[in-house]
């Protein structure tokens, strides 16, 4: 079974940083892209950073200059730097892959989820 497992999450205070992590394992050739998105109770889910296999990066507006993805193709995992944060950061973050199965499927899987609380 393919899987994306999310870690890091936490409660901080604003100004303060947090680093996520999501690992894929299960019978996988390599991860293409990847990316995390979040989405607060009430509203729709958005994309917060994503990264090619190439390793080209793409920011939403909002997390611009703060927040750094990057990813470890060696582990098939994907990280998340967050600085500077802010009370409107506050949501559940998903980790987002395009897996490549071993039988050479594309396969898009999503993270369980996990919860980001910055207080203010």
């Known amino acids: 079974q393919v899987q994306l497992v999310e870690s890091g999450g936490g409660l901080v205070q604003a100004g303060g940083s947090l680093r996520l992590s999501c690992a894929a394992s299960?019978?996988?050739?390599?991860?293409?892209?990847m990316g995390w998105h979040r989405q607060v109770s009430g509203k729709q889910r958005e994309l917060v950073a994503q990264?090619?296999?190439?390793?080209?990066?793409s920011y939403a507006e909002s997390v611009k200059g703060r927040f750094t993805i990057s990813r470890d193709n060696a582990k098939k995992t994907v990280y998340l730097q967050m600085n500077s944060l802010k009370a409107e950061d506050t949501a559940v973050y998903y980790c987002?892959?395009?897996?490549?199965?071993?039988?050479?499927?594309?396969?898009?899987?999503w993270g369980q989820g996990i919860l980001v609380t910055v207080s203010s």
């Open positions: 987002y892959g395009l897996v490549v199965t071993m039988d050479m499927k594309y396969l898009p899987v």
């Open positions: 299960g019978s996988i050739s390599r991860v293409d892209a």
């Open positions: 990264i090619t296999s190439g390793d080209s990066t």
